[in-house]
């Protein structure tokens, strides 16, 4: 085909000038400004004070953001472990020729499109809250003494249930993509299976799992990449200030960067640039680790 | 196809026309309709709040008595606190903003214009009087000592104090004839509301810490509660003060005086259960009759007590957090003179009961009345000499902070012990 | 059917999980609805249903506020971001899914780096920047970054979908005397209409529920997209202790969004599962 230069350029142009201007660039400031101690966001290059490492040491031994990188990691690892086996449970029932499963999957996938404020609030000031919440209520009603006790935004209970309902919303997004990979699956497969005597789990381990290799590896990437920004979610719990429960290192960046709620205090704007470098250091070792461990090897069906 | 395409392109071509729009009207703002003083006010409160309801009426009957000043308000809410200071390193044009005056002394003196001459000139609306001597004294005090140089950077309204606020009606059907002055009494009272059928105590997570820093502020000073949560060695926690504090709050818990929901409360829950009548007592800011008006009433039965004594303490019920929200100009102002009439116009007189009355607030202005509500809170008020930060230091370490809430939460439900919330704060 | 089941009763416990689920999810909503034209006390004294109606909760919420605003702001946010994204996103992933030059795959593999970094990354220089030039607070602003932070995704989502076109189209266009970037806008650009409609369904609900990078670059009231504008109500209703206002504001931003997805459910979920699956 012939090329044609001028065209190239135009064609790309805009897009290298937008990723430049906003990733390149940013990325790149923030790196260097996490060895800084920069007291406003807005302070010219020339009023950064060189730190080095300094930062990432407060950060290591400040117990709010060891705390919130706690709960960062819990939150993946748990967050993800529900989510996933819930999204899968999901795509195999609503992929075994159920009756109404688009009316299902629809529903299911609704949390997805609505704002998470909204949804937040629904959860934070009805089913949870301890005076008239929808689990009190249940647990009442099926005289479930302990349960119906338990006070679901005290500060033991405040980070399962804001994981609860963070994955609530969650699971229909990756039910969907799961759905997707399973009907790609020729059914020759299963038939196949079926002959040779299988039952329905090992159908679905032996087939359905490893065919699923590939997906899994991009849900995890993706499921990654929305763990590390979980910010919204913190604000709607713990709306005025951030509490060991519910913080995550954005909550903790936005604090460092902006100022608190209640007190006067230091503003240390490296730091939350320090958060921003280990945070992105993360993903990329993420991306690393699943890329290798779920090595793509190429089914042809 | 090119359905779709056409359809984008207009769609594209119609948005950013609105856009364009959208943003020139808002630039050229009032040059249209003839005015030259240009004011822009972010606010602290939510439009919906009736401060706000009044100051926004307020602020449009400035505007009819000068037709030549437009002033635009931005109700912010209180995140404010995140979002004014940025703005103002923006550049972006701000005249005026409000806060609470610790915080706007300490976090934005720096944008903020001196008023000391204006305080001392006299206006229309302050009866012949100088600025500073037609308002309550002591506020225009404090601004000045907040900023460290003795010089106003604020003009307060809106005056609390955090005290005790309790629901006179339970004290009375529990036969507590006088308010708490130490804790002994205070356990008395709370001994007294219990058999009478009242939950005597509650709180939010929003202020759960204030009843720590009060406690140990009773008995050690804030400043001594200040270097307690700032000190990184933590060997402070092991002060007998410490200990003594926290088998207090243990005991309240054992006894069955906190709400049974106290560790669960998310703000403002507990404040509803003081509305519902059902717990007698919340250490709070006056400001608390007016934020739960929607649920009691103006009916309801407020009564105030500064926070008690300690056996051995060294602070007295003179000691306590109080202050006033208060406005700031930016230094940059180009009208500062215009910026502070509307000021005095807002904070005197017509106005300044206006919004008390409306808020169920404290009138700044010395010869205005009081709200019934507060009756009680006005002689907490003017026996207060000494000033405790907010929570009286509890808050000085952000990072600690979050840790010592849940801590103290824990211990409030019953599920630490003393010992236990020491431990948890090392 | 992936697995068969001959009897029905095989399929009794996930008829039984999904119901649950969407009761569960019914209630939930439900309530709220209730919730919101009941009053403060009713809510906590457990009385939703007896405490009477009150639309006035509604009334409230959209006069006192500035809904419709939030709306026009979320409206205008998404539809140009939407677009914009497309016109810089496409012609790019054009030129890299067909042409092969000297950076052309180190370049594809930047781009996709930059769906790894996290915002948090991005967004201290940004606010530096925008200060700096003094465009801070304008919506263009607001649209300008939303189509810079989507156009990575876009980019690779449509890359994979141009390199599916045979290449016969660009080449009957050229013999018919078409330049090749008419080629491209008449021949081609239509034909990858359906992963550019399953992409900017994806844009849209990022656009939609946006909330960080408005929250830091959107100060004033006016310029706030919905769901800033519903956390702020939120707050305000929370300060007032107007508990049924409150819900009466999370209905108000649910309800447009909710009516949109009834419509459009189908089209949204055929666009996630065709595009999300490939690794």
Known sequence: MKKSKSMMIIFLAPAVLSYLIIFLYPSVRTAFMSLFKVENITDAVSKWEYVGLQNYQGLQESSL????????????????????SMALLFSVILTSGIKYKSFYRAIIYLPNVVSAVAMGTMWMQYVFSSRYGLLKGVFESLHLTTLTNIQWTSPDMIFISLLIAYCFGMIGYYMLIFMAAIENIPTSFYEAATLAGANIWQKFTKITLPLLKDVFRTNIVLWTISSVAFFIWSQVFSPLNPEPGTVTPMVYMYQMVFGNNMVVTDRNVGAGAAVGVILTLIVVAMFAITSKLLKSDEYEY | MKGLKRLLIFLMVTMLALSGCASQNSDAGGSDDGAKVELVYWSMWNSTEPQAVALEAGIKEFMEKNPDVKVTINWNGREIRKTLQPALDNGQKIDIWDEDLERVTKNWKAYALNLEDYLKKTYDTTDGKRYEDAVMGSLIELARYFSEEDAAYAVPYQPFVFAFMYN????????????????????????????AGYVPLTTDDAYIDTLLGYHLARYKGYEWVETLVQDKTNALWDDEAVLKTAENFEYLATQGYLSDTVGSNKWPAGQQDIAAGTVSMYLNGTWLVNEIMGSTGPDFKWGTFSYPTVEGGVDGQNAANYGSQAFQINKNCENPDVAFELLV????????????????????SGTAEWPSQLNEAKSVFENLNQVYPWAAGIQADTDKLPIIAEAFTKLLSGQFTAKEFIEAMK | MRYKMNKKTAMLPGYAMLNLWILFTFFLIGWIVVASLSTTSGIFGGKI???????SNYSKALFTHNVATYFKNSMLYTFTACTGVILIAAPAAYILARYKFKFSNVMESVFVSALGIPQIMIILPLFALVTKLNIANSRLLLIILYIGINVPFTLFFLITFFKTIPKDFEEAAAIDGCSPMKTFWIVIFPLAQPAIVTVTIFNFITVWNEYFMALIFANTSELRPVAVGLYSMIQSMRYIGDWAGMFAAVVIVFLPTFLLYIFLSEKIIAGVTGGGVKG
């Open chain 1, 65 to 84: 953001f060891v705390q919130s990188m706690k709960n960062l990691v819990n939150i993946w690892f748990f967050g993800g472990l529900i989510v996933f």
């Open chain 2, 345 to 364: 116009y807002l904070t005197t007189g017509k106005w300044d009961t206006e919004i008390a009355k409306q808020s169920f607030g404290v009138p700044v």
């Open chain 3, 49 to 55: 249903l007896s405490s009477g109606f009150h639309p």
């Open chain 2, 168 to 195: 006179k009606e339970h004290f009375e059907a529990a036969n507590i004839t006088e308010t708490p002055k130490t804790w002994d009494e205070f356990l008395v009272a709370c001994e007294k509301l219990k058999t």
